[in-house]
């Protein structure tokens, strides 16, 4: 669906899933990176200050701020060229990660649960996320940072697919 | 008991008001208060022996203990169930009244336990399984408690197979049907039985370490408790004495001493008193059965249409002296920490040709279960027995089977699919590359003055250590795919090799770090709704990962394959 999709997938063998999340999750991974990166901030220099601000502490600080900076620049970017996912007939298929990588497959004939959860956060940007529970614990399907409608459409197809099919999908 | 139905005594205004309706075994009543006394034992013989500084008895206690029997008094009065063709009914509460019912076709499991208490009063726990997802608390029903000859009818009746034909509403299934159930049992074969022998393995496990714990644990509730001095204590008060007037290294080598006696004795004491009587039995082939203990037993029936496989465990001091531990990997049995607790155990550690073959056997159980004589002809071709004698060259083929069924030993015991040089540098970087972090700064400290020059020297121990961490654990690594099996394994302190069932694979994690990337190589996990909910096979070059799966379950991986 992309150009890049025709290039060599990110698993030599695997083919990369067809579509990508939301642009706006960039924004939203992006403050929240900013965030999370001002908390530690704020952290380390309440204890910098409280024992006197020395220069080793200056210079803590300093590192601390490129890297904080580096993260927010680097990873929202990072990650959303990573975060796929695809639903086809039989099957959820997503990528997911930045420096780490995790492919998932789940068949729909296993998937137990849809739901979808809209934080405070991502509604704010008109983001949602569906999550697809299979019946094993360690076999959740999260598919993060999608646009709302999509998400809508998305979760009433799932459904439909899901409650189709018989049995106890263990 | 099962004739004493009172059902006259029922409210009307729901099913609940048909006949059918029993009560537990009225000698539960008397299970809380006994165990309440047992549980106060030791505090009282501390009151009565050592004296006590503050002599007012403890009134919360004794007003939480009436609160307790009265509570189990209002349980009995209000608890009923009813077993009919099609459910079994649990019916509880005093001011809001709640009725659990399970289907008897999603019953997988009817375990029997019983504390030493139950097991004087010959009662019996019973608790139904449903396997369908055992990490909520809605899947199963308890029953607490049934004498132990209910509780064995009511096994034999709910598990025998295939479930009755549905009676006529309202029809009490009666003593007599039960007892009947019993008499038509299937045929019992003996998998496994506990040999004496096997308590040496005891110690090199960690359960000593577990019930070390409680010991002392409980040891210092007592000491709370009563207020002893316990250094005023004759006993004690010599041997703080006599540990005074030895240097450091001699104390810390008798206490050290000590410590390791009493480890191997009490863990040789949990051993027995866990494992004791063990015996794993097939019942026919649709069922397993688990029965052990010495005071409290268990008894755990596994539906082999529920198991998905079934693992060796071997911790690194059980593998060096050739020993492993068998688990079942089953839906509706989750395996937690201490998996001796859990419901998979299939052997306690014991030697490893006996876990493997015991597993094995339970593989074999379990396929004759699953497809009838049909999926047996089907394994036997597949597997290739064709003239006996024919060596199949490659590491990864499947060695002729001698007797029928070696499929499964194969499995167990067979050569692995090894991860190759990558996976092995991986391994090697990770381990000695952390402690030459760890060594570096030990050396580093000291020659800032910090530490002392043994700590600091010290330290680079850490490297040859860490090289044969790397080479244990890549040792461990390695995979295999015959038959519709998929086996794993992984780990150094505790290596586990995992056979499961392709069948029961529902899904597919496929993980790469950063490194592994450019190493090119993926982490893949199969996940299960059995077991550990997921089995995976570390650092395989992705190309071999994706074969793997895709030989695994070709219809789900197919479709995201490139064919390039």
Known sequence: MTPENAAVPMLPGLRDPSRRVSRRAVAYWTVRAALDGLILLAAEGAVAAGTGLGAGWVIALALTLLVVVGYVLIMPRWRYRVHRWEVTADAVYTRTGWLSVTWRIAPISRIQTIDSHRWFGERLFGLANVTATTASAAGPVHIRGLDTATADRLLDELTAATGALPGDAT | ?564
């Not at chain 2, 001698?402 to 190759?420: F, I, K, N, Q, S």
């Open chain 2, 1 to 564: 008991m099962i004739s004493e139905a009172r059902a006259g005594a029922l409210p009307e205004a729901e099913p609940a008001g048909e006949p059918g309706w029993q009560w537990l075994s009225p000698r539960s009543l008397v299970v809380r208060p006994v165990t309440d006394l047992l549980r106060a034992l030791p505090v009282v013989i501390g009151l009565l022996f050592f004296g006590s500084r503050h002599g007012a008895p403890n009134l919360w206690g004794l007003a939480f203990a009436g609160f307790a029997i009265a509570t189990s008094i209002v349980r009995y009065c209000t608890t009923r169930y009813r077993v009919t063709g099609e459910r079994v009914y649990l019916r509880h509460g005093l001011l809001s009244q709640k009725v659990l019912s399970v289907p008897r076709d999603r019953i997988r499991s009817v375990d029997l336990s019983a504390h030493v208490v139950y097991r004087i009063l010959g009662l019996r726990k019973v608790h139904l399984g449903t396997g369908r997802n055992d990490r909520r608390d809605g899947g199963s029903l308890h029953l607490d408690a049934l004498t132990l000859a209910d509780a064995e009818a009511l096994r034999a009746a709910l598990l025998a197979s295939p479930p009755p034909a549905p009676p006529a509403l309202g029809e009490a299934p009666a003593s007599g049907g039960l007892d009947a159930a019993v008499a038509s049992g299937p045929a019992e074969r003996e998998l496994a039985r506990l040999a004496p022998g096997w308590v040496r393995y005891a110690p090199l496990t960690l359960t000593g370490l577990v019930i070390v714990g409680v010991v002392i644990g409980s040891a210092f509730q007592v000491i709370d408790a009563t207020h002893v001095n316990i250094t005023a204590i004759g006993p004690v008060h010599r041997l703080t004495v006599t540990l005074s007037h030895l240097t450091l290294l001699q104390r810390a080598l008798e206490v050290a001493l000590a410590v390791l006696a009493l480890l191997v004795l009490l863990s040789v004491a949990g051993y027995v008193a866990l494992f004791w009587n063990f015996r794993l039995v097939a019942v026919g082939t649709g069922m397993l059965r688990v029965s052990r203990g010495l005071l409290s037993t268990r008894t755990t029936t596994i539906d082999t249409r529920r198991l998905r496989g079934a693992e060796l465990s071997e911790p690194l001091l059980l593998r060096g002296a050739g020993g492993a531990r068998c688990l079942a990997i089953t839906t509706g049995l989750r395996v937690g920490h201490g998996a001796e607790r859990g419901g998979s155990l299939l052997l306690p550690p014991a030697p490893r040709g006996v876990a493997a073959a015991v597993a094995s056997a339970v593989l074999e159980t379990a396929v004759l279960e699953s497809a009838g004589a049909e999926a047996v002809a089907v394994g036997a071709e597949s597997v290739g027995v064709p003239a006996p004698g024919t060596e199949l060259a490659g590491a990864g083929a499947v060695a002729p089977a001698a007797a029928a069924g070696g499929w499964a030993a194969e499995l167990l015991t067979g050569d692995l699919v090894r991860h190759g040089p990558s996976a092995r540098r991986r391994r090697y970087v990770r381990a000695v590359g952390g402690a030459g972090v760890l060594a570096a700064a030990g050396v580093a400290a000291w020659a800032a003055g910090a530490v002392p020059a043994w700590a600091g020297l010290g330290s680079l121990i850490l490297l040859p250590l860490g090289a044969v961490l790397a080479a244990d654990r890549y040792g461990s690594l390695g995979h295999r795919l015959a038959d519709g099996w998929l086996v794993t394994r992984t780990g150094s302190l505790i290596r586990r090799r995992s056979v499961l069932s392709t069948e029961g694979i529902i899904g597919w994690r496929i993980h790469q770090s950063w490194f592994q990337r450019r190493q090119g190589l993926a982490s893949l996990a199969a996940t299960t709704a059995a077991g550990r909910q997921h089995y995976t096979a570390h650092d395989v070059p992705v190309a071999a990962a994706l074969d793997l799966a895709t030989s695994a379950t070709p219809d789900l991986i197919s479709p995201f394959r490139t064919t390039a």
